[in-house]
């Protein structure tokens, strides 16, 4: 039954969104962001321009340096989290 078990687990939702990132492209507010932050955390979220898009890249990245989050939080944003998800980061 154990074996069962622990190969359910792996299907539950929390084990199946760890897997999944989101980016930050479209988000035109903080409040968006705040959003994908509760659901995702700030591990899964990767910074993304969707450039030539009509909000330029600064506004894009002034809303997330806006947000209420650690330094860290906001550095893996911008690039530490692509750079761990190809193996490249600390």
């Known amino acids: 039954w154990a074996r069962e078990m622990v190969k ?3 299907s539950l939702p929390s084990a ?5 990132f989101v980016d930050t492209s479209g988000a035109k ?7 994908a932050l509760d ?3 700030p591990d899964r ?10 909000k ?3 506004e894009s990245i002034e809303v997330l340096k806006d947000l209420n989050i650690e330094d ?3 550095e893996s944003i911008l690039g530490g989290n692509l750079m761990n998800l190809f193996g ?3």
Not at 16 to 20: A, E, H, P, S, T
Not at 45 to 54: E, V
């Open 56 to 58: 330029g890249l600064t």
């Open 16 to 20: 199946i969104l760890r897997n999944i």
């Open 45 to 54: 979220i990767l910074w993304g321009s969707d450039f030539p898009a009509k």
């Open 72 to 74: 860290g939080e906001k």
């Open 8 to 10: 359910d687990l792996g």
């Open 29 to 35: 507010s903080a409040s968006l962001l705040n959003m």
């Open 39 to 41: 659901f995702f955390g």
């Open 88 to 90: 490249e980061g600390e």
